[in-house]
């Protein structure tokens, strides 16, 4: 095959890094630093293929002028974003959701009189963590699920993540982490992989939503619980600091944010009381 119709056999100049960079970042917030370049080129090298494209310069004058190009652009997104997950990820959180943080926001909601219950997975990949999260609810509500309004919104800026996630079909790498009596009621055969019970998957909504489009982010209210892991790693300290600070306004007041076990919000926000939990950190709203 011909190296320039690979994608691979071509090599981003400088410039063209810089372009790239720039729309990429004004697009979806996602930062690639100077050192990042040989990552970018490496991403982006299967839509030069796919596009029939020579070079990286052909593909940011496709991007920036095509007027048929918001397809390519969701692409483009399904390729710089990584999507390694996997249900029970990071279990010292998992716990802090199942024991102290779910357990208190129903008992808080059951004095008030209230029976609705919002859940926001902020970068939901496959839909690993979203299922996660619905299989703590069902476990701790038990029987008792029927009279509550449970929502979990999980959104992504990757449409090929989200069709796997509503598929919703999994390998064993995947339940890896799911002791087996969790695996035996939350999860059925489904040839070599496994599928998430009905149950489970009806209390997931999955949206399409880039991080970076700041109204429809504002629209994202009333949540009690919002997962945002590995999402901030993506983002310069100026885009930090404005989406945490809309996250702050999604959720409700006793809420609580969970990011990456990696990740901090040192020098980005002052606006959430740090809690601890048992091997985790949680970011309460008071």
């Avoid at 299967?46 to 692409?75: G, H, M, T």
């Avoid at 399409?208 to 429809?216: C, F, S, T």
């Avoid at 209210?221 to 404005?242: M, P, Q, S, T, W």
């Amino acid at each position: 095959m011909d190296e320039s119709m690979t994608g691979t056999g071509r090599t981003m100049t400088d410039e063209t890094f810089i372009l790239l960079r720039d729309f990429i970042y004004e697009q979806s917030g996602i930062y690639f630093a100077d050192n990042k370049k040989s990552q970018l080129e490496a991403r982006l090298g299967l839509r030069l293929r796919a596009n029939n494209l020579a070079d990286y310069e052909k593909y940011y004058y496709l991007l920036k002028y095509d007027p048929n190009s918001s397809r390519e652009l969701r692409a483009l997104f399904d390729s710089v974003t990584t999507n390694e997950t996997s249900f029970f990820r990071s279990p010292p959180q998992i716990q802090a959701f199942h024991e102290k943080v779910v357990p208190e926001i129903i008992s808080r909601k059951e004095k008030q009189g209230e029976r609705q219950i919002r859940l926001w997975s902020a970068g939901c990949s496959t839909g690993e963590e979203p299922y996660t999260m619905g299989i703590v609810l069902k476990q701790i509500l038990k029987d008792s699920v029927a009279n509550w309004d449970v929502k979990i919104i999980a959104s992504d800026i990757s449409e090929k993540a989200l069709r796997s996630a509503k598929n919703a079909v999994y390998s064993d790498y995947a339940l890896r982490s799911v002791p087996p009596e969790i695996k035996q009621a939350f999860f059925v055969p489904d040839g070599n992989s496994y599928r998430i019970v009905d149950d489970v998957r009806t209390l997931v909504d999955l949206q399409y939503l880039n991080l970076n489009d700041a109204r429809r982010v504002q629209i994202m209210k009333g949540f009690d619980i919002i997962f945002c892991r590995n999402v901030l790693i993506y983002f310069d300290d100026e885009a930090k600091k404005r989406f945490v600070a809309q996250l702050y306004d999604c959720l409700n007041h006793g809420g609580y944010l969970f990011i990456g076990h990696s990740e901090s919000l040192h020098n980005i926000s002052r606006a959430f009381k740090l809690v601890h939990f048992p091997g985790a950190l949680g970011y309460k709203k008071e």
